[in-house]
């Protein structure tokens, strides 16, 4: 296995930083805008339509907000479910599943997670799709996570075998970098949607 001691560790670091920076920088009204956006993305999306189980997250950081597609998920009678860190594996993730009466906490990274219910939990196979947030990605489907691998682990499986749920990244348009500086552990996705629109790669 990997130790995850990048090649590039500068490289990726600047453009991390860039990337954060850039959506940050966003004002309320284009998060807004891009929240709603991404649920009429979704609206279309064939695969999520006929999908029972999906997996999101709670935008921090100025990442892609899919709250209001969560709502909108709901309302459609999916189950939806959030990553969870793992409480005795560092550096992994369960999913949980989450309703709108789940009791919520902070983890250590100061992100909103339901308190963990191992009752509420499932394999992380049997979600039919992993929507992961990202901090850039480029147009052959390379994605820059934020370097603590969590997805990377989560969806080497998938990568290797083509196993389990299939994963698709969420972002800001403004994310797109040129070329993501890649290491051998890093995962491409096979598609990213963003508000304007969904990129599918081979």
């Not at 997805?151 to 040129?178: M, S």
């Amino acid at each position: 296995m990997p130790d995850h001691q990048p090649e590039h560790p500068d490289e990726r670091q600047s453009l991390r930083q860039l990337i954060r920076q850039r959506r940050k920088s966003l004002s309320q009204a284009e998060q807004q805008a891009a929240a709603q956006q991404l649920v009429l993305r979704f609206q279309q999306h064939t695969e999520i339509l006929a999908a029972r189980r999906i997996a999101l997250y709670l935008a921090n950081d100025g990442e892609l907000d899919p709250l209001p597609t969560i709502h909108w998920l709901w309302a459609q009678q999916k189950e939806v479910f959030l990553p969870v860190l793992h409480p005795f594996t560092p550096g992994h993730l369960l999913f949980q599943r989450y309703t709108p009466t789940s009791p919520m906490t902070h983890n250590r990274y100061g992100i909103a997670e339901p308190e963990l219910d191992m009752l509420q939990v499932v394999p992380h196979s049997t979600l039919d799709l992993i929507c992961t947030p990202l901090v850039a990605f480029d147009a052959e489907g390379n994605r820059l996570g934020m370097g603590g691998g969590y997805y990377d682990r989560t969806l080497a499986c998938w990568h290797e075998h083509r196993l389990g749920p299939k994963p698709l990244g969420l972002a800001h348009d403004c994310q797109q970098v040129d070329a993501v500086p890649q290491e051998q552990w890093d995962v491409p996705l096979p598609e990213i949607i963003t508000p304007a629109r969904c990129w599918q790669f081979s």
